[in-house]
């Protein structure tokens, strides 16, 4: 008896410290959300500062940082939860129950009258086991496992999509960060047409027309570089959230300065992809977490019939219990079984709600091939096209240059119109602005397709040099 009540009190210590582990767990992670919870009591964020970061820097740095990937951990360690919630209902898993309790009442009866109370000890320990089940544990483990893939799949989207969103806003910047400085050229060479007419004007070799007319190119010019200019600082804000980052914590000065010069030098993360279309789609079909995803799915919806059909059908289970009221004890066990016979056809009607949800789940894995498909077959195209657009757009550069050149000298000898000079100036300004778009274009089509196709990015950083004229 005496090594009974060391063992039962050494499972109640254990139970306690189990327990006592469990709250601190609890009132730690209540104490972490208090600042989101009551913002009175949050601390200024520090400040941050990413100077000197390159793409993968800024990555990394997103992934530690952005909510929604740690949202995403979260949910696969919700998913864990889950499977050991169903585990603990497998068969064969003991559950135990415990209660105990002492009351005092009086002992009247017949003529007996009195208010003398007398008490006593009363406790009972249980223990119910599932023996049979015909399946039930089986479908619903499967299920929460298939659950937990699930999961794990969409926590690799989700840090697939945050690399896409801090490639395409970081190529984003900096590719109007160059159109600024397009647009800056092209505002300066409005104003040397503008003063070049003036001239003109003041020897008498050409019309006051010329003048209101480049006076005309230079405000548009100006309200262009206005324009650039704040689809510049609208990037910068889009990519500091890309990053995770408030407004309060960094500037985009704090985290990537312009190019001294966006004309001269572009940035390249990527080198462009050789693959056709149908390589990379065979590719995706085996390691695209959006599309893994979305089977994993239709695996546990699979395993959600299987619980259905299973549940037509008994349980057996068994009992035992341990009762005492002092001085009385009292001991029992039993087998039990439990049928429904009639529920007004529910439980059929379960298993045909399965299948279709089933069934539903099949059209969304090949609805999601299809629209995989059709975006990286997108993606391809624009990576082609990128690639001779840039070819193209580097000759036309050289051609608006000498081009302009040639315009400028012989308006000022005045053997061009003004309107073959302000023809100059555009071409010369478009040419500057299609390499920009063709250039960067590429490397947003290379940062979509790892993200379509799920592959590693590799990153090769390297700094190309352009022709400004």
């Known amino acids: 008896m005496k090594k009974i009540e060391v063992l039962a009190t050494a499972c109640l210590l254990a139970l306690l ?36 970061y390159q793409l993968p820097d800024f990555v990394d740095y997103a992934m530690t940082n952005r909510p929604e990937v740690i949202s995403a951990a979260l949910a696969v360690d ?69 659950d937990l893939a699930a999961a794990e799949l969409a926590f690799a989207e989700t840090r697939l999509s945050v690399f896409e969103e801090v490639a395409t806003s970081y190529f984003t910047l900096l ?20 003063t070049q007419a003036t001239n003109r004007f003041a020897n008498g070799e050409a019309k006051l027309l010329d003048v209101l007319r480049a006076r005309l190119d230079l405000s548009e010019a100006v309200q262009a570089r206005i324009t650039a200019s704040n689809n510049t600082v609208t990037a910068g804000a889009e990519f500091l959230r890309a990053l995770g980052l408030s407004a309060d914590r960094a500037s985009r000065e704090d985290v990537l300065a312009p190019l001294p010069d966006g004309l001269s030098s572009a940035l390249k993360e990527f080198e462009l992809s050789s693959f056709s279309t149908e390589e990379a789609l065979g590719f995706a079909r085996t390691n695209s977490p959006a599309l893994m995803v979305k089977r994993a799915q239709l695996r546990a919806a699979a395993n959600d ?70 975006d ?17 757009a580097r000759t036309s550069v050289r051609q608006a240059s000498e081009n302009l050149r040639v315009a400028d000298e012989q308006y000022r000898l005045g053997d061009a119109s003004r309107i073959d000079y302000a023809e100059a100036v555009a071409d010369y300004a478009a040419a500057l602005g299609r390499r920009v778009q063709a250039f960067y274009e590429g490397q947003l089509a290379e940062a979509r397709i790892l993200r379509l196709t799920g592959g590693e990015p590799l990153y090769h950083h390297k700094t190309v040099l352009e022709r400004r004229k």
């Open 78 to 146: 919700e998913r864990m939860m889950a499977i050991r919630t169903v585990e603990s209902g497998k068969p064969f898993m003991p559950n135990f129950t415990a209660a105990a309790g002492y009351g005092q009442s009086t002992g009247n009866g017949g003529s007996h009258f009195s208010w003398r109370n007398s008490g006593r000890f009363t406790g009972s320990v249980g223990l119910e086991m599932l023996l049979i089940d015909f399946g039930r544990y089986d479908a619903s483990h499967r299920a929460a496992c298939e």
């Open 17 to 52: 410290a189990t327990s006592c582990a469990t709250l601190h767990r609890a009132e730690e992670a209540k104490d972490e959300i208090a600042p989101a919870a009551l913002p009175a009591f949050a601390e200024p964020a520090p400040r941050v500062s990413l100077i000197g």
């Open 305 to 374: 019939v299987d619980w259905a059909v299973a549940d037509l059908f008994p349980e057996l289970k068994l009992s035992t219990s341990f009762n005492f009221a002092d001085p009385v004890w009292n001991w029992s066990w039993a087998f039990n079984a439990a049928q429904s016979l009639f529920l007004g056809w529910r439980k059929t009607t379960a298993v045909d709600a399965a299948v279709i949800c089933m069934r539903a789940a099949r059209m969304e894995v090949e609805a999601a091939e299809r629209t995989l498909s059709r």
């Open 175 to 194: 590719r109007n960060d160059a159109l600024l400085d397009v647009a800056r050229t092209n505002e300066w060479e409005c104003l040397h047409h503008l």
């Open 376 to 392: 990286i077959a997108v993606a391809i195209a624009t990576r082609d096209d990128s690639i001779a657009s840039l070819a193209a």
